[in-house]
């Protein structure tokens, strides 16, 4: 299946991948994560966003993100991406070295049922996969931590999700995701493709006229 042209659509969630080019590390520190960190509140702040679920890593980040308007995730993302570059070239003193990133975002549109749920699980589960840290609260530069640990300013990065976390959401975060969540959301990053039921990802595809691409080479993080 051909990958699904990039769709800008308010009221939708949407997974977003992005990574250093060749696969290089762009958070080489504390100071890096931190700053980044900033700048979702900032960004957040500044075009209204939404943000349900992230997780920081060395070379690449994950987002989930709930835009209320067309276009906000076109304008928040241009903006954080093209900001942290900026600021990075100047920090290290690379001005005019070339792109911090292999190419524009990706991202993926997500239904909003159990869908939604299995990929906020999986972005927050994302450095217990990569074997950082035993569970995702631990990971500093995560969601899971600002959720349940984060000061009053950096819990204000995150919204709340319109399908309810489970009650028990630190014992639920902690179990490993399911193999069929984890083939079904790495299937929709690798393809491009809505994430959801079939009548659903059919009804995205058709209500929105999103036309097939051809794939491109690579893939996104697979952690």
Known sequence: MGRVARTDIGNHVYHVINRAVGRFQIFNGDEDYRMFQ????????????R??????MPNHWHLQLYPENDGDMGEFMHWITNAHTRRVHALTETIG????????????????????????KYI??????????????????????????GS??????LSESPVPLPRNYQKWIREPDKEDDLEEIRGSAQRGTPLGRSTWVENMINQYSL?????????????
């Open 38 to 49: 900033e700048m979702l509140l900032e960004a957040k702040e500044m075009v209204d966003m």
């Open 51 to 56: 943000i349900l679920s992230f997780s920081l």
């Open 97 to 120: 070295t070339g792109p911090l990133y292999q190419g524009r975002y990706k991202s993926f549109l997500i239904q909003k049922d159990e869908h939604l749920l299995a990929v906020l």
């Open 124 to 149: 927050e589960r994302n450095p217990v996969r990569a074997k950082m840290v035993k569970t995702p609260e631990k990971w500093r530069w995560g969601s899971a931590q600002v959720r349940l640990f």
């Open 152 to 157: 009053p300013k950096m819990k204000k990065i």
């Open 211 to 223: 036309q097939a691409t051809a794939r491109r080479p690579g893939r996104p993080a697979s952690h």
